[in-house]
């Protein structure tokens, strides 16, 4: 088994004439959080609908926990949830039948307890009974974190998640976010938002042009500096 949680190995992706991704290598292990980050069309998503299988890449391989995503899907599957700005539950479900409803679909056992768990880790116990319809947009967040965390994974891919939220729901979902790492789990995160997005992920990535072209702890470098360096870049990039 490959010891890392992410291994991506000479990815590359083209749509048409465009290429989107070039021989991209990155390895992340247990309590990253990577923040990939880029102009639009950089190939952020697309990077992460390669990493969730979602997408096949033209060359290249994707190893989660180990398990090839192209050759063994539904082990490395298993291995992540996925958040985006979209919900992705049942609005006409209650908060609790939503959940119970993806702990089945998982093969999760026994999973009263561990509902419950979720449910209080993010807020969302005394509204267990309510359909998901009739949540706000910060409420719906939260139980689309639970679904995604429902069967355990060592990996939450979160694409765009703050999208909508306001300021409140935001630094709840980071909270969140920060608790999923420091108790040993993997986080791959794209958002427009960068200064957010900072404040929840210990790494970060930019691309450009196809290619890889930044990648470092945030604990080695100037956060600010970074910032400010990256809306610049961003600004004369459109």
């Known amino acids: 088994m490959n010891d890392m949680v992410i291994n991506v190995k000479s990815v590359s992706k ?8 070039k021989d991209i290598a990155i390895d992340i292990d247990t309590e990253q959080a990577v923040l990939i980050c ?34 063994d899907p ?9 958040i985006s700005h979209k919900s992705m539950v049942y609005p006409e479900l209650t908060v609790l039948e939503n959940l119970s409803f993806f702990a089945r679909l998982y093969g999760v056992k026994d999973s009263d307890a561990n509902i419950t768990e ?18 706000s947009r910060g409420l719906l967040q939260r139980l689309a974190i639970a679904r995604a965390l429902v069967h355990r994974p060592a990996l ?3 694409d765009e998640p703050f999208t909508g939220l306001d300021a409140k729901a935001c630094h709840h979902l ?21 200064d957010i997005g900072l404040q929840c992920c210990n790494r970060v990535v930019v691309l450009d042009k196809s290619n890889l072209i930044f990648d470092a ?3 080695d470098i100037d956060t600010e500096r ?13």
């Open 217 to 219: 702890r945030t604990s």
């Open 174 to 194: 980071i909270t969140v976010l920060n608790e999923f790492t420091k108790n040993g789990g993997t986080i791959v995160m794209t958002t427009h938002d960068i």
């Open 38 to 71: 880029g102009i639009n069309g950089a190939g952020k998503t697309t990077l992460l609908r390669i990493i969730a299988g979602l997408l096949q890449p033209d060359q290249g391989s994707v190893k989660l926990c180990g398990y090839n995503i192209q050759k």
């Open 14 to 21: 083209a749509f048409d004439t465009r290429n989107v991704l």
């Open 74 to 82: 539904e082990k490395a599957k298993s291995q992540f949830g996925m």
């Open 226 to 238: 970074f910032l400010k360096d990256y809306i610049s870049y961003a600004r004369s990039a459109t």
């Open 156 to 158: 939450l891919l979160a």
């Open 118 to 135: 979720l449910l209080q880790d993010v807020g969302l116990l005394s509204y267990k009974y309510d359909t998901a319809g009739i949540l």
